[in-house]
C-alpha cells in the first residue's frame, strides 16, 4: 500500500508542477509591456488589430504577435556615394538623415523596413541632386543641397508614416585631380591677394610721404612767408626811423648852412653888413636852439624839431600811421606786405626830394635877399 500511495502524491506532484509551468507560460504570453518611447503593432493569427501603448498590455496568448517602433528622433548614415556633377566633375559626398516615425501603422503596413527604405531613397536622392549642381555649388551651397534632399524624401516618406526632420551633408570630396587644380588656384589666389596688399602698402606708403612732404614744403613756405614779413617790417621800420632821423637832423641841417653862410660874409672886406631877414630869421633859430641846449656837456648841436609848415611838406606826421599798418602788416599776405614795403620805400624818397626842395628853396630865397642887400649897401654909400 505504501508504494502505491508514494507513487501516487509523486505523480500528483508532478501534475500540479506542469500546471503551474504552464500558468506562468499563459501569464507570460497574455501581459505586453511597452516602454515610454515606443509603440508596438499586434497581429493576431497574423491580422493586424491595433497599436499597444506604451505601459501594461493584455493580448491573446501564443496566437498573438509584437513588433515594436521607436517613437524618437532616428538618425541614419547615408553612405559614401559618387556622383558627376553637371560641368562632368566626379565627386564623392555622404549625408545624415533624421527621421521621426510618426504613424506606427503605416510604418508597420506600408513599407518593409522603414529605415532601410529612407536610407536607399537618400541614397539615390543624394545623387540626383548632386548631379543637377555645378562643381563650385556642391562645395559652397551645403545648405541647398540638404533642403533639396530633404523635399524629395518628404513625399514619399510621409505615405510611410515618417517624417524627415532634417538631412546634413557631411562632406564633398572631389576627385585628386581637381583638388590638385583647386590646390593651385588657391596658391596663385592667395600670390594674388600677397601682391595685391603689397602693392596697397607700398601706394599707402607713397602717400604718406607725399603728405610729409606736402607738410614739410607747407611749413617751409610759412617760414618763408614769416621771413619775408619780418624783411618786410624791417625795411618798414627802417624807413621810419630814417624819416625820423631826417626830421631830427633837418632843421639842424639848415642851421649849419645858415652858419656857413655867415662866415663866409664875415670875411668880406667891407666893414659894413646888411642881413637879409631870412638870414635874421635863421640866426634867432640858432640862438633858441643854443638856449634850450647844454653847450659844456655836449660839442654836438642836437637837432630841433620842424615847424608845423615843414612836417607838413615832409609827410613826417604820418609816421604814427605807418607804425600802426606795420602792425597789421603780420596778418597780410606776403604780396600786401611787400606792396606796403615799396610805398613806405617811396615814401622814403618823397621825404628826401622834399629835403632837397627845401634846401633849393632856402638858396633861392637867400640869393635874391644878398642881391638886395647889395644893392641897399651901393644906395648907401652914393
Known sequence: MEPLVLQGALTFTAVGLLFLFFAIIVVWQTVEIVDAYEKEALTVFGEYRKLLEPGFNIIPPFVSRTYPFDMRTQTLDVPRQEAITRDNSPVTADAVVYIKVMDAKKAFLEVDDYKKAVSNLAQTTLRAVLGDMELDDTLNKRQQINSKIRTELDEPTDEWGIRVE????????????????????????????????????????AVEKAEGDKQSNIIRAQGEKQSQILEAQGDAISTVLRAKSAEAMGERAIIERGMETLESIGQGDSSTFILPQELTSLVGRYGK????????????????????????????????????????????????????????????????????VIDEETLTESEPSADGGRERETETEQ
Request: hydrophobic share 30%.
Open 289 to 356: 636852439t643854443l638856449t634850450g641846449s647844454d653847450v659844456q656837456e655836449s660839442e654836438r648841436l642836437e637837432g630841433k624839431e620842424f615847424d608845423e609848415e615843414s612836417r607838413k611838406m615832409l609827410g613826417l606826421d604820418d609816421i604814427d600811421e605807418i607804425l600802426g599798418e606795420i602792425d597789421q602788416a603780420a596778418e597780410m599776405d606776403i604780396e600786401q606786405l611787400e606792396q606796403e614795403a615799396e610805398q613806405v620805400k617811396a615814401g622814403d624818397a618823397n621825404i628826401k626830394g622834399a629835403e632837397e
Open 166 to 205: 532634417s538631412v546634413e551633408v557631411r562632406e564633398v570630396n572631389p576627385s585628386k585631380d581637381v583638388q590638385q587644380a583647386m590646390e593651385q588656384q588657391t596658391s596663385a589666389e592667395r600670390r594674388r591677394r600677397a601682391m595685391i596688399l603689397e602693392a596697397q602698402g607700398e601706394r599707402r606708403s
